[in-house]
Every structure is written in C-alpha cells, then in structure tokens.
C-alpha cells in the first residue's frame, strides 16, 4: 500500500501490477518501480504481492490479482474509480486482469496503462529476434521461453488466457495507454496487441520512445520521467471523467 507525501483520500486508488518475467520479484522488491508513479499521479497506489511462477500458473496469480479489485469494491471503491497499470509480464497479466474482470460481470477499470507489455507468449514476431542482442534487459532463450512456460503451465503458449493478444477484444476493454521502447524485444508484441485493440473498436494509444530499452519508465532518467508522467495523467484523465 503505497501513497504519495501528502495524500489524502479521494476515492481513487491505482493497482500495480509487477513484472519479472513472472518468475522473479516481489511488492516489496519492486517498491521502487511504484513509487515514482505515486508521486507523478497522487495516487495510492495497491502494488499485488502476487505468487510467482512456477509456485503458482496462470489460473492463480491471475484470480490473486482478481481478488484485489474484490477487496477494493468491498472497502466502498467503484470500478470507475480504480486504475492499473503493470510492465513486462506485469503488463501482460494487467491485460488479462480487464479480461478477467469483463468476462467475470464485474465490469472494467477506468484505464489500464501497459509498459512494455508481453501479450504473446509464442513470441513468433519481428523484434522478438531482430532485437534480441540489442534490448539490455531481456533475452529470448531464457527469461522469455522458460519464463512463459512456467507462467503457462500445462496450457497451449498461444492460449488466449495467457496471451491477451488472443483474446476477444471486441466484447470491451478498458481506455489502454501502451508505453515501449524502440530498442525493446517486446516492441512488437506492444504494436500488435496496440493493432488488434485498435481493430477491435477500443479505444489505445501506443507511446513509442526513441532508443528505450525494455520497462525504461523504471530508470532514473529523463525519458523515464517523461513516460511516468504522460502514464500518470492518461491514468488520472480517465479516473477523473
């Protein structure tokens, strides 16, 4: 439970989702990567202490994060009034987390912002190879491949209940904002999964950055700061409509 000096309650609060290959990390290890977004938007932000693969597949981190949106309805939130947003494998899981929730009849959050999001865990596509060598975060042989698997389970890699990107977009999603890098493994997963909402009649927007390699809004630097403070006021436009 993360909140910015000088918060006051509002009625609004923001759910995290981390990422790490779904392997790796926790709220309290990624701690760092929040706080910086609940300065730029004002928000508490709700960070999910999620089970990591392969302690837990799919099925149960997905509901874990569920089960959030539950707890913050029964404390007297709305839907309209909570956000979330996640990176990499986060944002992956973030994208899943509105399918959920549409098709669970609990409605949609007000936004969703992806950072470098993987929604294809076949991972069949452009610079999934092309910039391999050149991303400094991820590689494909390991975090990509032995990370899905494990995420996945016994279920097909291009399930669409773990790659978002096949899912059916055209019954609803909520107001996306993508933010990648052009020096990212996960650029072209971010333009597809961009293309197909916007096939889909969705309203996204896809923030590409020059150079960024993957989850840069995460680093201490300029760029970074640019990419939390448009994700922070797409995030409180849409929480304040």
Not at 45 to 63: C, D, K, L, R
Not at 133 to 160: F, Q, R
Request: with cysteine; glycine share 8%; charged share 15%.
């Amino acid at each position: 439970d993360i909140r910015p000096q000088g918060w006051k309650e509002n009625g609004k609060v923001l759910v995290y989702v981390h990422g790490g290959g779904w392997c790796l990390f926790s709220a309290r290890t990624t701690f760092a990567d929040a706080a910086p977004m609940a300065k730029a938007s004002g928000l508490r932000i709700v960070s999910v202490n999620y089970t990591p693969a392969p302690a837990a597949h799919f099925q149960e981190i997905q509901q874990q994060i569920v089960s959030v949106f539950d707890a913050l309805i029964d404390a007297g939130y709305h839907m309209q009034d909570i956000a979330i947003y996640g990176d990499s494998a986060g944002g992956g899981i973030t994208a899943s987390t509105v399918l959920n929730l549409r098709d669970q009849g609990k409605g949609m959050p007000a936004a969703a912002v992806l950072w470098s999001p993987n929604t294809d865990l076949t991972s069949p596509d452009d610079t999934t190879v092309t910039l391999d060598s050149h991303d400094p975060i991820l590689t494909y042989a390991t975090l990509l491949t032995t990370g899905s698997k494990a995420y996945a389970g016994d279920v097909a890699l291009d399930d669409p209940r773990v790659s978002p990107l096949y899912a059916d977009l055209t019954k609803g999603f909520s107001p996306v904002m993508i933010v990648v890098g052009t020096k990212e493994m996960l650029l072209s997963s971010s333009v597809r999964f961009y293309q197909a909402l916007e096939a889909a009649g969705q309203s996204a927007k896809l923030d590409v950055h020059e150079g960024m390699w993957h989850v840069f809004p995460q680093y201490p630097m300029p760029e970074g700061q640019v990419a939390v403070e448009k994700s922070a006021k797409f995030i409180n436009d849409h929480l304040n409509q």
